[in-house]
């Protein structure tokens, strides 16, 4: 007990001399330092627990642009929206592959991609992530569309074969888990060969992808931190874990995947054309590519559903949208596939707002770049703040997103907020002056969620996917699902209580429907 407080007091007084090191003298034009009673440790602990609140308090005390000394970085946050273009177009002073490079490296345990040794590649791998885009998107939005429904099946299917009409519990969160995390796989990956996805050779067939998925979620627990640079080493069996997680996209397994998306294959193959990456390393490139295709995805879904299950009306309008575009011939989806193409599902713009709402409410991802040289950035006519290199600048979306002079009742669950006149509302307003980034889950300017596409039409299919087959309710009597706000920064958040809910086959599923899908 006397050991672990004396180790407690010398970690604090290190980490506060460390600080009192790392303090500088400021100079003309920066914004101001915010200093604390403790500084270092408070101020991390505060930052970490709810940075929005903590944020928020700054602004009201020192204005739309102030410099926190956080985790021994000097971090400039800009709180005021119409500033935002400001920074945004300082794409080259102000980089988001410095950080990310790094961040990610560390986190996947891959060697940094800028670290001089692979000439080229930060760039050819930009270029590959137009495969998610543009055409290419059709094939993409093909295949979940298939996969979704598969997988969807197959879940009724592992319930043992009850009644079919009968409702099954489950957790929300886990469901859309369950399906998105499969789904997504097997539209990006491929279908790994069943001889060399099972870890170990026991008599009862082991499922891979419950395997990587319980992988999955135990290294996501530990994500936060990592990110944060904590040592991979003190965190218990993390390491070995993210081994594991690498191993399975090891090249040799890999190639005997059947049918891996063009952007995966692309992927392979550029990895291929440098010796200086070892084999684990390529792995690891796929294994991060993995958590970034569906890290934030699943949360979105969640919420997704979640906020359409508690707002009868909301739900109405958005199945209605949806019978509409696909037709109610083709509602009975239990014996053949749907298929959605992207100028459907592009015409759902309910959907389209409904989810844009629930990334709203819940996205708290920060857009961190890192100053190439020491400049002063003019972000009004007036108004110009000096930044050092190797500083960071930040964006912080959340705060517009829930800024009441942006969105009346901010707090509140709105899902037509992006619909105007039958049309996505692209209009909005801080007082009277128009504001260009008013939503922005998926980042800003150049270095834009390159997924974004994909993203929106996956969780758009797959709430359309469970809409036409199931019936789904949430529970009664449970509280309100709250938001995960240790996860802060980082993207989605995910809720912080379990969410139960209920749901069914379709009760207007004819008897033949039900026995084909359970045969
Ligand atoms: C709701 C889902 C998603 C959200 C909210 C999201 C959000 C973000 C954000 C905020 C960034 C950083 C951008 C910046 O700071 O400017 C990012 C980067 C990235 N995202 Fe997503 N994302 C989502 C889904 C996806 C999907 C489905 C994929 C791939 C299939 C993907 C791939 C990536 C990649 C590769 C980067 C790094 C880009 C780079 O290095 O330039 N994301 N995402």
Known sequence: MLGSLLTAFLGFASLAFLHLLLRRRRREGEPPLIKGWIPFLGKALEFRKDSYQFLQRLQEKHGDVFTVLIAGKYMTFVMNPLLYPAVIKQGKQLDFHEFSDAAASTTFGYPAVRSGRFPGMSERIQKLFLLLQGPALNSLTHRMMGNLQRVVRQHFLSWGGGPECDWRRDGLYEFCERVMFEATFLTLYGHPSRANTETKKTSEEICWIDTLRENFKKFDAKFPLLIARVPIGLLGKTKSIREELIRFFHPCRMAEWSSPSEFVQMRTELFHQYDTLKDLDRAAHHFAMLWASVGNTIPACFWCVYHLLSDPQALVAVKKEIVDVVG?????????????????????????????????????????????????????????????????????????????????????????????????????????????????????????????????????????????????????????????????????????NHIAFRYRLKQHSTEQEAEALLN
């Open 328 to 496: 109610e011939q083709e509602t009975s989806i239990c014996n053949d596939d749907v298929t959605l193409t992207r100028e459907q599902l592009d015409r759902m713009i309910y959907l389209e707002s409904a989810i844009n709402e629930s990334l709203r409410l819940s996205s708290a991802s920060m857009n961190i770049r890192v100053v190439q040289e020491d400049f002063c950035l003019q972000l009004e006519p007036q108004c110009s703040v000096c930044v050092r290199k190797g500083d960071i600048v930040v964006l912080h979306p959340q705060s517009t997103h829930l800024d009441p002079d942006i969105y009346s009742n901010p707090q509140q669950y709105q899902f037509d907020r992006f619909v105007k006149d039958g049309k996505e509302k692209t209009e909005f307003y801080k007082g009277d002056q128009k504001i260009r980034y008013y939503r922005m889950p998926f980042g800003s300017g150049a270095t834009m969620c390159p997924g974004r596409f994909f993203a929106i039409n996956e969780m758009k299919q797959f709430v359309c996917i469970i809409l036409l087959m199931c019936d789904l309710e949430l529970a009664g009597d449970q509280q309100e699902a709250t938001l995960d706000t240790s996860r802060a920064g980082l993207g989605i958040l995910p809720p912080a």
